[in-house]
Structures are given as structure tokens and as C-alpha cells.
């Protein structure tokens, strides 16, 4: 079975810190690059940050700086540590597990865990 499962998403204040975890199916985790997305009400779900099977990452460019993502491949789990959040970084963060096979695209979605940012 694939899965995805995400943890970690919550209520912050403007200017604090969060950290959300994915935890993946082994058989995925080590082959797939993970992701993370998120969708906000009224809008499309759009990409955060990004990082391959060896370490290399990919980062919106209004996540970067503040914005990091990691795995640890013992525990097949991707992180993604979120510093000085914003009133618009609310919204439901999403995991992902994609790649390219064959010419055909094949993409994994955990369920999503809400992070809203408000005083």
C-alpha cells in the first residue's frame, strides 16, 4: 500500500515557527522525489518546496529563505521547517511523491494538515 501521511500543521502566530512531517511508504520514499505543496481556500494548490532522493532541493521563491526541506532516509520521513510565517502561508500543506517513468507522470498525495497563521 502507498501512503503518504502528514503531521505537524496548526495554529502560529505571524512571526513563529512550525514543522510539518511526511511519512512515506518505504518502497516510495526511496525512489520517488518528495515535495511539498499547499492550497489555500479560493486558490490552486501551488509548490513549496522540493527535494530528490540524493538531497537536492527546489524552493518557491517566496518560501526561500524562510522555508526548509529535509528527509532522513532511516525514517522515511521528508520535513519541512517553516520560520517567520506569514498571515498568507495559511493554508492546507500537502505531501508529494512524484516522478517521471515510461513518459507518463505518476504522483502519490498525502491528505493534507492545515497551518493557519493568525493573532
Known amino acids: 500500500q502507498v501512503q503518504l501521511v502528514e503531521s505537524g500543521g496548526g495554529l502560529v502566530q505571524p512571526g513563529g515557527s512550525l514543522k510539518l512531517s511526511c511519512a512515506a511508504s518505504r518502497g516510495i520514499f526511496s525512489i520517488y522525489p518528495m515535495g511539498w505543496y499547499r492550497q489555500a481556500p479560493g486558490k490552486q494548490r501551488e509548490l513549496v518546496a522540493t527535494?530528490?532522493?540524493?538531497?537536492?532541493?527546489n524552493y518557491a521563491a517566496s518560501m526561500k529563505g524562510r522555508f526548509t526541506i529535509s528527509r532522513d532516509n532511516a525514517k522515511n520521513t521528508v520535513y519541512l521547517q517553516m520560520n517567520s510565517l506569514k498571515p498568507e502561508d495559511t493554508a492546507v500543506y500537502y505531501c508529494?511523491?512524484?516522478?517521471?517513468?515510461?513518459?507518463?507522470?505518476?504522483?502519490?498525495w498525502g491528505q493534507g494538515t492545515q497551518v493557519t497563521v493568525s493573532s
Open positions: 527535494i530528490t532522493t540524493g538531497g537536492n532541493t
Open positions: 508529494n511523491a512524484g516522478r517521471v517513468q515510461a513518459g507518463q507522470r505518476y504522483d502519490y
